[in-house]
């Protein structure tokens, strides 16, 4: 239903099987948008997946927690309290964000002083965490998620886009997919569904409804879906300088971006590898 902000690629069902070109597409339009989804749901879908496989596996995207909980393995955490969380949220709306981030620094300070106070989510997690177990999140984790994926388990590929010419690209998919995405919301309003439900608070769709809702113009949604998916670009930068094997192939021009031509690139690469 949300396929325009997921840039998810067209394809047909068939056999029980999403093809795109005849390729068999996994964990792509599977999952009602009132559902939640998170690293630990993922991996165990991932291995599913893998222990069906007859082949080689391609991981796309850039949800790197989820590669990494997959690669490096996930720390023994409890599973998220619905009831607790909604509890905390409420205590946030009430109180402010900056009360729950304190909250969290008298229990937990090393987790307070990495997560920024207007990250609510990672907030309530760490907290969430220390109220099911008495003991702090940075306690509990092993730094796993810290980690450099070992090129044994994985032929990493990166592409390390120049940051002037990924953000142009940001501007132009913005513009082509605001539309699509606010017809996407609406439809799903119009369906009966929350307009605070998981899939309708992923990246760009709260600000389809904001418009839809009469609070921004069509040029303020798209200005703020575009500094959001630059902060997002950012954020992934920093997480996948981490991978010190990974092949990194840099985009400097439009031109480097041939897929036909990286394609055989990293192909060729990845044959040599032991």
């Known amino acids: 239903m949300l396929n325009a902000g997921t840039a998810a690629p067209e394809g047909v069902w068939q056999g029980g099987d999403y093809l795109v070109d005849g ?9 009602d948008i009132d559902k939640s989804f998170d690293v630990s749901k993922f991996c165990d879908a991932a291995r599913e997946i893998e222990a069906a496989a007859n082949g080689p596996l391609i991981f796309a995207g850039g949800t790197g927690m989820y590669l990494q909980g997959f ?42 002083a990495q997560i920024p106070p207007g990250n609510i989510q990672r907030v309530m997690r760490a ?82 409804l904001a418009y839809l809702e009469g609070k921004m113009s069509a040029a303020q949604a798209k200005e703020r879906i575009a500094t959001l998916t630059r902060q997002y670009a950012k954020r992934q930068r920093t997480w996948f300088a981490r991978y010190k094997e990974k092949y990194s192939v840099d985009i400097n021009t439009p031109q480097d971006f041939d897929i036909d031509i990286l394609a055989q690139r990293i192909f060729e690469k990845w044959k040599k590898q032991p």
């Open 71 to 112: 690669f490096s393995g996930m720390d023994a955490l409890p599973q998220a309290d619905a009831a607790l969380r909604a509890r905390l949220k409420a205590e946030a709306g009430q109180k402010g964000k900056a009360h729950l981030h304190a909250r969290l620094a008298e229990v937990d300070a090393l987790s307070a």
């Open 23 to 31: 390729v068999p597409y996994h964990l792509v339009d599977f999952l």
């Open 127 to 208: 907290l969430e965490i220390f109220l099911l177990t008495g003991k702090p999140a940075s306690q509990l984790r092993t730094g796993k998620f810290a980690a450099s994926i070992p090129p044994q388990k994985a032929f990493f590929v990166y592409l390390n886009w120049d940051k002037e010419l990924l953000n142009q690209r940001i501007a132009v998919r913005t513009e082509l997919i605001f539309e699509p995405m606010v017809k996407e919301a609406r439809s799903a309003i119009a369906a009966g569904y929350a307009a605070d439900c998981p899939g309708l608070k992923s990246l760009g769709y709260r600000e389809a």
